[in-house]
């Protein structure tokens, strides 16, 4: 076991992000608070965390309402949770030791303290430890599974990807070339993002407040239509890519951050009634029931970003008393890549 240098100071209390209030619709800035809380003592088999970067996703946002889902809803003035990755600055495990990087789900926070086994190495020698919340961790996890195991990709199909620009869209984009793809078209929300879309690889892009997204999709798409969709959105991408598919279609149904601020019920796609006459798969996925494949993605990956399949792009915010704002600002589609908080 292992205990902190001479020259590092072991915290007592930790600054953390608290949820303040239910947000109604959108998320604003008295939904959260900044607090201090006490660190508790170190018990056998545990590890004391500085975290370096914090992740915020989209997921996230259902977690602030009091309603039954997948994940527990957050409790009021507690501490927010997600993805991290820090240094142990403390340690009594035998399993890691003080100056290992580590990812664990105590996020929101600058210390975190908790069993050794509920944290994972992060192989800085392959990439930079912020890496391993994006690319080489969950989200990397979520495009692979997505688009391999949920939507079953073949090579020679066509892809089309909403939200492409974003940590998940980006990489669903660069494997399904990857993994031979005919063509991958990709949906954003700024000229920016389009033509970073074409930078990654994307054979077509188009930005969906051009236009209509059926229209604009079908022009991209052509006769030949898209074989698998890729859904970050919901709502009217959803829409558009029924009308798109092909008999015998996949839609790996991944998010929809296009409702996840309503605050009236919203209608279903219009022509869900194509999903029967197409023989189509619709099938909503989360990708902790697919962590059994994470070794095999985790070697593609790393193989990928070694030869430069794969790029990836992170949007950064410095501060954990910013990471709200970052947090609305991702809602607001205000990132390319993934969205960080820098401590």
């Known amino acids: 076991m292992s205990t902190a240098t001479e020259t590092t100071i072991v915290p007592s209390t930790t600054q953390e992000i608290q949820l303040a209030a239910r947000p109604v619709g959108r998320p604003v800035p008295a939904d959260?608070?900044?607090?201090?809380?006490?660190?508790?003592?170190?018990?056998?088999?545990?590890?004391?965390?500085?975290?370096?970067?914090?992740?915020?996703?989209p997921y996230m946002r259902g977690r602030m309402n009091d309603a039954k889902s997948y994940a527990a809803p957050y409790e009021l003035n507690e501490a927010m949770e997600g993805g991290a990755v820090g240094e142990i600055i403390a340690s009594r495990s035998d399993d890691r030791k003080v100056g290992d990087v580590v990812v664990h789900s105590l996020g929101w926070r600058e210390y975190a303290v908790l069993d050794s086994a509920a944290t994972a190495p992060a192989r800085t020698d392959l990439a930079p430890a912020p890496a391993f919340l994006g690319a080489l961790g969950m989200t990397g996890l979520t495009a692979f599974a997505g688009l391999l195991k949920v939507?079953?990709?073949?090579?020679?199909?066509v892809v089309f990807v909403s939200g492409a620009a974003?940590?998940?869209?980006?990489?669903?984009?660069?494997?399904?070339?990857?993994?031979?793809?005919?063509?991958?078209?990709g949906s954003a929300g700024s000229a920016e993002k389009v033509a970073r879309l074409l930078e990654l690889g994307f054979d077509n892009a188009f930005n969906y407040n051009d236009g209509p997204v059926a229209e604009q999709l079908a022009a991209a798409a052509g006769e030949r239509g898209i074989d698998v969709y890729f859904d970050n959105v919901g709502g009217e991408h959803?829409?558009?890519?029924?009308?798109?598919?092909?008999?015998?279609?996949?839609?790996?149904?991944?998010g929809a951050i296009s409702k996840y601020n309503a605050t009236e019920p919203?209608?279903?796609?219009?022509?869900?009634?194509?999903?029967?006459?197409?023989?189509?798969?619709l099938k909503?996925?989360?990708?902790?029931?697919?962590?059994?494949?994470?070794?095999?993605?985790?070697?593609?990956?790393a193989g990928w970003l070694a030869d430069g399949t794969v790029r990836y792009d992170?949007?950064?915010?410095?501060g954990l008393e910013n990471a709200p704002q970052a947090f609305m600002d991702l809602l607001d589609g205000a990132n390319t890549g993934k969205m960080l908080v820098r401590l």
């Not at 998940?168 to 078209?185: N, T």
């Not at 959803?238 to 991944?254: D, F, I, P, Q």
């Not at 919203?266 to 798969?281: D, E, S």
């Open 284 to 301: 909503g996925f989360l990708v902790g029931s697919y962590w059994q494949h994470m070794g095999e993605f985790a070697e593609a990956m």
């Open 151 to 157: 939507a079953n990709l073949q090579p020679g199909e």
């Open 266 to 281: 919203t209608p279903a796609p219009r022509n869900l009634m194509m999903a029967v006459g197409k023989q189509l798969t």
């Open 238 to 254: 959803l829409e558009a890519a029924l009308s798109a598919l092909t008999v015998g279609g996949r839609v790996a149904m991944c």
């Open 32 to 57: 959260f608070r900044l607090a201090s809380s006490e660190l508790p003592e170190l018990q056998a088999g545990q590890v004391l965390i500085r975290n370096l970067f914090l992740s915020v996703d």
């Open 166 to 185: 974003g940590a998940v869209g980006s990489l669903v984009g660069q494997i399904a070339k990857a993994m031979g793809a005919s063509r991958v078209i």
């Open 314 to 318: 992170e949007t950064i915010v410095d």
